[in-house]
């Protein structure tokens, strides 16, 4: 089946610094990924669509400039939170699409102290 | 706007069925998706129905789907404790592939 990465699993810094998330499509071509938010027992919020070659779409309410969105390859979406903050501890999501077919990665745990 | 509503927790006892429910709102929905979460993991695909169709079988899961009352539910053959997480039902807007999810069932399997 189709299997989507994600690195790093957890990560944990400082106020001010930025952080690099990167999602991978490993046994397919995705034109389309997504990244979503998660908050401790919540749902998942959409907070962008990202487009291979193309700029990321935002949903309302998503700071582009806080969160850079990179779809340099069919296979790779990265997600950069710039300058975090302790708000931005969440657990980041990113999915893949094929077809009709959308395939999750295993998240990505940050925590801003 | 789009919205997708759950029932928050459901407990039943191993061997039972769980019938989980969920409502929406977008007529436009082309498809509907179930997935579950385990405790600090990504989203498991479960399965997923077309919005013409109004029910899809799927060894121990059987969906079901009510267009006319944006009803979904998804039902769990035989119950076991692996299958205690989190279940979120999921639409997808047309022709923009976003998915809006519901706010997730915590479903407890007892032994």
């Known amino acids: 089946g189709a299997v989507v990465s994600q690195h790093p699993s957890w990560v944990i810094c400082k106020s001010g610094t930025s952080v690099k998330i990167e999602c991978r499509s490993l046994?397919?071509?995705?034109?389309?990924m997504f990244w979503y938010r998660q908050f401790p027992k919540q749902s998942l919020m959409l907070m962008a669509t990202?487009?291979?070659?193309?700029?990321?779409?935002?949903e309302q309410g998503v700071e582009k400039d806080k969160f850079l969105i990179n779809h340099a390859s069919l296979t790779l979406s990265t997600l950069t939170v710039t300058s975090a903050h302790p708000e931005d501890s969440s657990f980041y999501i990113c999915s893949a699409r094929a077809g009709d077919e959308q395939f999750f990665g295993p998240g990505t745990r940050l925590t801003v102290l | 706007g789009e919205d997708v509503e759950q029932s928050l927790f459901l407990s039943v006892r191993e061997g039972d069925s769980s019938v989980i429910n969920c409502t929406y709102t977008d007529s436009s929905s082309t498809y509907l998706y179930w997935y579950k979460q385990e405790p600090g993991a990504g989203l498991q695909l479960l399965t997923y129905?077309?919005?013409?169709?109004d029910m899809k079988q799927d060894q121990r899961l059987t969906v079901l789907l009510n267009k006319k009352d944006k009803h979904l539910s998804l039902r769990i053959a035989d119950t076991q404790t692996g299958d205690s997480a989190i279940y979120f039902c999921a639409e997808s807007i047309e022709s923009s592939y976003k998915l809006i999810f519901g706010s997730g069932t915590r479903l407890l399997v007892r032994p």
């Open positions: 990202s487009n291979e070659g193309s700029k990321a779409t935002y």
């Open positions: 046994d397919f071509q995705a034109t389309t």
């Open positions: 129905i077309f919005s013409n169709m």
